[in-house]
């Protein structure tokens, strides 16, 4: 009986509380709250669904000419053989293994979100590890600083894993590690020589976290600064001595000093979130071991000062702030989310960091270039007109109009500069995307020359493998075509379209039964020249029916207000390729007829009453405005702005 009464006082105590708090709190209002989601998982959710629809990080993947630090990665022994010759290696192939999952936007965001929920967690270890459970709020600036980074379409991938595996090091050693520091030592230098192997000069990271921790967290001063000399030795010793490899690389390989990270653009977009990723977790250690060396020297004076008889009021003062800053940051229903401060920062802060990172113009840019290589010709027409004059915007959208036969009616309707119909502004020369269009006019060497150049600049990205086997295909070198396809077969979601090719290579090795293939045949150009020469004058001499290069002519004319050389290309050209006239077309007639007064309805060149009509109106409201071209900007635009009218006396 006593041992049962026992029992039963025991289970009475441990209701006490649950029993208190029943009564203090109806039923009602907790049933009301009975699934509170934890403000972690919420978070994480939201930033999931940002980075896969918001951000769309698969333009990452497919957008390789505008993002020129994407790595390239093979299936097989010979790949991974490479990255074991240097140290950071294996973090490195993991990292090219896992950047391919952007190929899908909802694949990369949720390795995305991975790497940020990491990050999380390692930050809360060492928070929990330093016993400052008031700062737990410090968990979420990792993942903020990566949305960041995503949100101005920056790629930190590589640095992101190199710096994770030394947070993991970092947590398991502080897990494992004890009071003895032979123990403490046994852990740690397996630790540090296999993080040096594995993620380079990003283990750094842990050498230096570790020592603090030691040094100012633990106060083994000795052993903290053992555990620095060993760990700052490692790069040397491995590094120099072992890998053979330069000092400097040594050290900085895969942080971001690194000379290789910093020659991509794509790095350095935002290049200050990447340092504040490495350098918060170290900062945060040293202001705690600080704060604490100093709270614990004033505790030190409180006796000493009591003895004396003056008041000592400066401890309790800071433990006063620092209460007061726990209850204020801290949800009585830990980690839920309600009504409370913490949860309002939280949901606050990465609007805010979405909103001041946002990249609206790179999307745009990264959008068109994605939708013009998978032939999403409506999509890119969308974005060019909602969007101001962007060279390559209006590259792709020119491209698109062609594609539909539709360049000689709309492109007028579109901001146009004539450098951009071809790419041919010498200070902004983006080889990436010239290929697909020296392809469709039929300049078949100028794309193998323009996608050897990009090879050697982007590496062996899956696209410029397939569009180098295409144009050996098209000129008849099956062999060639293979080794390329052979190599597209190894790279990850591209083996299916590398298979299919080499089965249309099997079945038919001249594919003279692919339309597409034979089209291209067609309009290829046959003789090339050193010379600066009229590539698509020559196009137009060798095959009058390259409806492509007769379009690009039209419109490189026009751009260029040369009315004479569209009429002699017009009269030449345009009923083998077009049975009616365009509308630009049209208007470009009527001016030549109005300015070199030259009769009219040729045969021919017979233009409709409607375009007469529109030519008569503007040139009056044109006379009225005068010289003031500003006016006549304003006055003409929305009337007449998708005009060729406009475009010749206003425009470009």
């Given at each position: 009986?006593?041992?049962r009464?026992?029992?039963?006082?025991?289970?009475?105590?441990?209701?006490?509380?649950?029993?208190s708090?029943?009564?203090?709190?109806?039923?009602?209002?907790?049933?009301?709250?009975?699934?509170?989601?934890?403000?972690?998982?919420?978070?994480?959710?939201?930033?999931?669904?940002?980075?896969?629809w918001g951000?769309?990080?698969?333009?990452?993947?497919?957008?390789?000419?505008?993002?020129?630090?994407?790595?390239?990665?093979?299936r097989?022994?010979?790949?991974?053989?490479?990255?074991?010759?240097?140290p950071?290696?294996?973090?490195?192939?993991?990292?090219a293994?896992?950047?391919?999952?952007?190929?899908?936007?909802?694949?990369?965001?949720?390795?995305?979100?991975?790497q940020?929920?990491?990050?999380?967690?390692?930050t809360?270890?060492?928070?929990?590890?330093?016993?400052?459970?008031?700062?737990?709020?410090?968990?979420?600036?990792?993942?903020?600083?990566?949305?960041?980074?995503?949100?101005?379409?920056?790629f930190?991938?590589?640095?992101?894993?190199?710096?994770?595996?030394?947070?993991?090091?970092?947590?398991?050693?502080?897990?494992?590690?004890?009071?003895?520091?032979?123990?403490?030592?046994?852990?740690?230098?397996?630790?540090?020589l296999?993080?040096?192997?594995?993620?380079?000069?990003?283990?750094?990271?842990?050498?230096?976290?570790?020592?603090?921790?030691?040094?100012?967290?633990?106060?083994?001063?000795?052993?903290?600064?053992?555990?620095?000399?060993?760990?700052?030795?490692?790069?040397?010793v491995?590094?120099?001595?072992?890998?053979?490899?330069?000092?400097?690389?040594?050290?900085?390989?895969?942080?971001?000093?690194?000379w290789?990270?910093?020659?991509?653009?794509?790095f350095?977009?935002?290049?200050?979130?990447?340092?504040?990723?490495?350098?918060?977790?170290?900062?945060?250690?040293?202001?705690?071991?600080?704060?604490?060396?100093?709270?614990?020297?004033?505790?030190?004076?409180?006796?000493?000062?009591?003895?004396?008889?003056?008041?000592?009021?400066v401890?309790?003062?800071?433990?006063?702030?620092?209460?007061?800053?726990?209850?204020?940051?801290?949800?009585?229903?830990?980690?839920?989310?309600?009504?409370?401060?913490?949860?309002?920062?939280?949901?606050?802060?990465?609007?805010?960091?979405?909103?001041?990172?946002?990249?609206?113009?790179?999307?745009?840019?990264?959008?068109t270039?994605?939708?013009s290589?998978?032939?999403?010709?409506a999509?890119?027409?969308?974005?060019?007109?909602?969007?101001?004059?962007r060279?390559?915007?209006?590259?792709?959208?020119?491209?698109?109009?062609?594609?539909?036969?539709?360049?000689?009616?709309?492109?007028?309707?579109?901001?146009?500069?004539?450098?951009?119909?071809?790419?041919?502004d010498?200070?902004?020369?983006?080889?990436?995307?010239?290929?697909?269009?020296?392809?469709?006019?039929?300049?078949?060497?100028?794309?193998?020359n323009?996608?050897?150049?990009?090879?050697?600049?982007?590496?062996?990205?899956?696209?410029?493998?397939?569009?180098?086997?295409?144009?050996?295909?098209?000129?008849?070198?099956?062999?060639?075509?293979?080794?390329?396809?052979?190599?597209?077969?190894k790279?990850?979601?591209?083996r299916?379209?590398?298979?299919?090719?080499?089965?249309?290579?099997?079945?038919?090795?001249?594919l003279?039964?692919?339309?597409?293939?034979?089209?291209?045949r067609?309009?290829?150009?046959?003789?090339?020249?050193?010379?600066?020469?009229?590539?698509?004058?020559?196009?137009?001499?060798?095959?009058?029916?390259?409806?492509?290069?007769?379009?690009?002519?039209?419109?490189?004319?026009?751009?260029?207000?040369?009315?004479?050389?569209?009429?002699r290309?017009?009269?030449?050209?345009?009923?083998r390729?077009?049975?009616?006239?365009?509308?630009?077309?049209?208007?470009?007639?009527?001016?030549?007829?109005?300015?070199?007064?030259?009769?009219?309805?040729?045969?021919?060149?017979?233009?409709?009453?409607?375009?007469?009509?529109?030519?008569?109106?503007?040139?009056?409201?044109?006379?009225?405005?005068?010289?003031?071209?500003?006016?006549?900007?304003?006055?003409l635009?929305?009337?007449?702005?998708?005009?060729?009218?406009?475009?010749?006396?206003?425009?470009?």
């Open positions: 009986m006593a041992r009464k026992s029992r039963e006082e025991r289970s009475q105590e441990s209701r006490r509380p649950v029993d708090v029943s009564v203090e709190r109806p039923p009602r209002v907790a049933s009301r709250h009975r699934f509170r989601p934890a403000r972690s998982l919420v978070f994480f959710v939201l930033f999931y669904v940002f980075i896969a951000i769309d990080v698969r333009l990452l993947y497919h957008c390789g000419g505008l993002v020129d630090n994407f790595p390239c990665f093979y097989g022994w010979d790949f991974l053989r490479g990255f074991l010759a240097v950071g290696g294996a973090v490195e192939y993991v990292s293994l896992l950047a391919q999952s952007f190929y899908y936007s909802w694949l990369g965001a949720a390795v995305v979100t991975g940020a929920w990491v990050l999380y967690a390692c809360d270890c060492v928070v929990k590890a330093l016993d400052v459970p008031h700062l737990r709020g410090l968990r979420f600036l990792g993942p903020l600083l990566l949305l960041a980074v995503y949100s101005q379409y920056g930190p991938f590589l640095t992101t894993m190199g710096l994770l595996a030394a947070l993991l090091g970092l947590c398991l050693y502080v897990k494992l590690s004890s009071a003895s520091v032979v123990r403490a030592l046994g852990f740690y230098l397996p630790f540090c296999f993080l040096y192997v594995a993620a380079g000069g990003s283990s750094l990271v842990f050498v230096v976290l570790g020592g603090l921790y030691e040094l100012l967290a633990r106060r083994r001063p000795g052993l903290g600064l053992a555990e620095v000399a060993f760990g700052a030795a490692v790069p040397y491995l590094g120099v001595l072992v890998y053979g490899i330069r000092a400097y690389d040594a050290y900085c390989r895969l942080l971001p000093l690194s290789e990270l910093l020659s991509h653009n794509t350095r977009i935002m290049l200050e979130a990447v340092y504040a990723l490495y350098l918060f977790l170290p900062v945060l250690v040293v202001a705690v071991g600080i704060w604490r060396l100093v709270t614990q020297a004033r505790e030190d004076r409180a006796p000493l000062a009591a003895k004396t008889g003056r008041p000592v009021k401890s309790s003062r800071w433990e006063a702030i620092r209460t007061r800053a726990a209850e204020v940051f801290h949800d009585k229903r830990e980690g839920t989310v309600g009504w409370n401060l913490s949860t309002l920062v939280l949901a606050g802060v990465p609007v805010a960091t979405v909103l001041l990172c946002r990249a609206p113009a790179k999307k745009d840019i990264l959008r270039d994605y939708f290589r998978q032939g999403l010709w999509q890119v027409l969308e974005l060019g007109r909602h969007s101001p004059y060279y390559t915007v209006c590259h792709a959208v020119d491209r698109a109009l062609c594609r539909l036969d539709r360049l000689g009616d709309e492109m007028f309707g579109f901001p146009q500069q004539p450098a951009a119909l071809l790419l041919t010498p200070s902004a020369d983006p080889v990436w995307q010239k290929f697909d269009t020296c392809m469709d006019l039929g300049l078949i060497n100028q794309a193998e323009a996608l050897v150049l990009c090879t050697e600049i982007y590496g062996e990205r899956p696209l410029l493998l397939h569009r180098l086997a295409t144009i050996n295909m098209i000129k008849g070198n099956v062999g060639a075509a293979r080794v390329f396809l052979g190599a597209l077969a790279v990850p979601f591209w299916s379209v590398a298979r299919r090719d080499l089965a249309r290579l099997e079945s038919d090795p001249n003279s039964e692919d339309a597409e293939i034979q089209r291209w067609s309009v290829m150009l046959k003789t090339d020249s050193v010379r600066d020469v009229d590539t698509l004058g020559q196009l137009l001499t060798e095959n009058p029916m390259n409806r492509t290069a007769y379009q690009y002519s039209m419109a490189a004319l026009l751009l260029s207000k040369n009315l004479d050389g569209f009429v290309m017009f009269d030449t050209y345009h009923h390729n077009f049975s009616r006239i365009p509308r630009h077309y049209e208007e470009a007639l009527l001016l030549s007829e109005t300015l070199r007064r030259q009769p009219a309805d040729v045969p021919g060149r017979v233009v409709s009453p409607k375009a007469r009509a529109q030519l008569q109106e503007f040139l009056r409201m044109f006379r009225q405005a005068g010289e003031d071209k500003t006016a006549t900007r304003s006055a635009r929305k009337k007449f702005g998708s005009t060729y009218f406009y475009y010749y006396f206003v425009g470009a």
